[in-house]
């Protein structure tokens, strides 16, 4: 567990920071900004979580806990030994946020056009973290073409930006109070 008794360590005041194995990199190295970006993620959904209650709140309890492990995952290299095992996203919470996906999305009708964010306050910061959730995904296939990380964490990254679509949806009356795009809506 973590220990944290004094929260300022003057040790990045040069621009460097600390991976979990203790390797110093630059605060904007692609590995920072993927698990700076997925941290930024779950700031969002505690904005989404002022506006939740019920079954879709610990969903998202989940998926923030998961989304500590996610940057753990990338803060530690893959390596062929560890001092302490590495904590990893694994297959089973990807499994977990389709299950999640599958059963949000059975009470909705189909789509016949684009969502824009909107309708519920939680339904319009569910779109502000999907597509935080994107960026996150993009750096995190970025870093993967430079160093070899985990795969489930880009799994897991994919599956939850459609799980926050689907849980707007679900929290805008399962589509009712979805705010449709119109092609061309404002043309003269």
Do not use: C
């Not at 003057?10 to 590995?31: E, I, M, V, Y």
């Not at 789509?111 to 750096?139: K, N, Q, W």
């Amino acid at each position: 567990m973590v220990k944290l008794t004094k929260i300022y360590t003057r040790g990045g005041d040069k621009g460097q920071t600390s991976l979990a194995d203790g390797t110093r990199l630059p605060k904007h190295d692609l590995r920072i900004e993927a698990y700076g970006t997925v941290d930024e993620a779950n700031a969002a959904l505690g904005l989404v979580r002022l506006h939740t209650t019920g079954e879709p709140d610990a969903m998202l309890g989940r998926i923030q806990n998961d989304l500590f492990d996610l940057g753990a995952d990338l803060s530690t290299p893959l390596a062929d030994s560890y001092k302490w095992e590495p904590l990893r996203i694994t297959a089973e919470q990807v499994t977990r946020l389709e299950q999640e996906i599958d059963t949000m999305n059975r009470d909705i009708p189909p789509l016949d056009s684009f969502v824009l964010p909107g309708g519920t306050p939680a339904a319009a910061y569910l779109h502000l973290a999907r597509t935080i959730t994107r960026r996150a995904e993009r750096l995190t296939t970025r870093l993967a073409e430079e160093a070899n990380i985990n795969p489930e964490t880009v799994k897991y990254l994919n599956r939850l930006s459609d799980h926050l679509f689907v849980m707007s949806r679900h929290l805008n009356d399962n589509g009712a109070k979805d705010v449709k795009w119109v092609p061309g809506a404002n043309r003269s």
